[in-house]
């Protein structure tokens, strides 16, 4: 397992065990080295700013772009399997729904919220760690730090307690998906703030609305993936769920982007 401590982001170039990271630019092959033994634990919270994770663009042009689908778990209209196989970024978050084999599997990141009772339920669950999608994944990365769920998340009452209820699974997330040989990231709070600001969530109302893990996967990645160089897309959305997720505002928002021309939609 590897979990990044502090404000010191990892090599861009570097993937999980020390693989060289098939979004960067190319770098010399390495030998690797028989493992030594578990490593100790680490921590990271991601800085502020662009992702170090990402690629490294140098901005010389291209003859096509990158492409990056962010899926989500609703249902599509069409087979999208082989297209979202073959691209070279996927995003997809807390339990992929790969149902109905129209999504394929490969998942370079999977975001997950920490927070939730339904983290609790899958987790208790031997079969969420045999998802494809789960297995295939590369990165967890936990949408919301702990402070970020401490300050403004709900909180179980005393009864929900004594059933076992808690706000905040992080550590144990960590445990589960460490021992499954996942690579873990920890967002930092203000891209929470910020992600809350964009949507016009107004501090007083921060414990009442929460945005979307969706909402903030792709946010992420418009923030690391140019759209110069990287043609985004997004299926399986249908903005829809938990009440305390502002469904409305975050689908007015995609389709601002959309309009812009920074993402695609596809069904």
């Given at each position: 397992m590897r979990i990044w401590v502090g404000n010191v982001a990892p090599n861009p170039r570097r993937s999980v065990k020390g693989r060289t990271n098939h979004l960067s630019k190319p770098a010399p092959r390495r030998e690797r080295k028989p493992d030594q033994g578990s490593a100790p634990h680490q921590f990271s919270v991601l800085s502020e700013g662009a992702d170090s994770s990402a690629p490294e663009f140098?901005?010389?042009?291209?003859?096509?772009?990158?492409t990056a689908f962010i899926v989500g778990n609703g249902s599509l209209e069409h087979d999208l399997s082989e297209a979202i196989d073959n691209a070279d970024f996927v995003?997809?978050?807390?339990?992929?729904?790969?149902?109905?084999?129209?999504?394929?599997?490969?998942?370079?990141?999977?975001?997950?919220?920490?927070?939730?009772?339904?983290?609790?339920?899958?987790?208790?669950?031997?079969?969420?760690?045999?998802?494809?999608?789960?297995?295939?994944?590369?990165?967890?990365?936990?949408?919301?730090?702990?402070e970020v769920i401490r300050k403004y998340h709900p909180r179980p009452n005393i009864f929900q307690r004594l059933r076992g209820r808690r706000a905040d699974w992080t550590t144990q997330a960590i445990e589960l998906m460490g021992h499954a040989g996942k690579e873990i990231r920890i967002m930092p709070p203000q891209f929470y703030a910020d992600g809350c600001a964009e949507l016009g969530i107004a501090t007083s109302r921060m414990r009442n609305v929460f945005p979307s893990t969706g909402f903030l996967g792709i946010r992420y990645a418009l923030a690391n993936f140019p759209a110069s160089e990287w043609q985004?897309?997004?299926?399986?959305?249908?903005?829809?769920?938990?009440?305390?997720?502002?469904?409305q505002n975050e689908r007015s928002w995609v389709e601002g982007k959309i309009a812009g021309g920074l993402i695609g939609m596809v069904a």
């Open positions: 140098t901005g010389q042009p291209q003859l096509a772009r990158k995003m997809r978050f807390n339990e992929p729904n790969l149902a109905d084999d129209k999504s394929g599997s490969r998942t370079d990141v999977l975001m997950l919220a920490a927070s939730s009772k339904a983290l609790h339920r899958r987790m208790a669950d031997p079969a969420f760690l045999e998802n494809a999608a789960l297995k295939s994944a590369k990165v967890l990365m936990l949408a919301y730090h702990p985004i897309s997004l299926c399986g959305f249908g903005w829809q769920g938990w009440k305390r997720h502002d469904w």
